[in-house]
């Protein structure tokens, strides 16, 4: 079974491209039941991604991690580095589509490298975006932050009578059908202002 292939695929939202890379994998030679997948998260971080864990698992030495594109595997250098030394040590090649890539070759280090800068790269530039886009809407009136869960009124009346020593926490909790943290956050003063 030498050189065989293990595949992963990871989507953030779009379930379609799962789809899409499942054929792409399946298209290389990975067999259906050594797909593995993560729907719903970054690549920014292995953290919580079972679907890696487990196609990091099913490899042996001198089989093929395979992935359809560099950032569906990792969008962060060090994590990235640190997977592929760990898979080199393991006598395990890594697959980018057609083509296969030796961590202890010279170029294939540089080249995987440079793929998981460019991975990083576009992921900060992507979330850079996002907090100006989200700057400027909060500047034009469109963004106002997390509402609260609870009317003006019924915070009056929360912090009136929990500073009068009427009711605890946990009653105010039940009554008003939030939990406690709200509650918490009413007396003190911590919501976000409307």
Known sequence: MN?????????????QDIVIQTEQLLALGVPT????IDRGFSGTTRR?????????AAVWDGAVFTVTKFDRFA?????????????????????LGGSVYDWNAPFGRLF???????AEFEANIGHQRTREGMALAKKKGK????????????????????AE??????????????????????????????
Do not use: W
């Not at 997977?83 to 080199?88: E, F, K």
């Not at 869960?149 to 019924?154: D, S």
């Open 3 to 15: 050189g065989a292939r293990v595949g992963y695929a990871r989507c953030s939202t779009d379930e």
């Open 33 to 36: 039941d050594r797909i593995y």
């Open 48 to 56: 919580n991604r079972a679907g890696l864990d487990q196609a990091l």
């Open 75 to 95: 969008r962060n250098m060090v994590e990235a580095n640190q997977i592929l030394t760990d898979l080199s040590k393991r006598g395990v090649l890594f697959g």
């Open 112 to 118: 995987l490298q440079t793929l998981a800068m460019v």
């Open 143 to 162: 963004l106002k932050g997390k509402q609260p869960k609870l009317p003006e009124p019924a915070r009056r009346s929360i912090r009136r009578r929990y």
């Open 165 to 194: 020593g009427e009711v605890s926490l946990a009653d105010l909790a039940a009554e008003y059908s939030v939990g406690r943290s709200t509650i918490h956050r009413i007396i003190h003063g911590q919501e976000n202002p409307r």
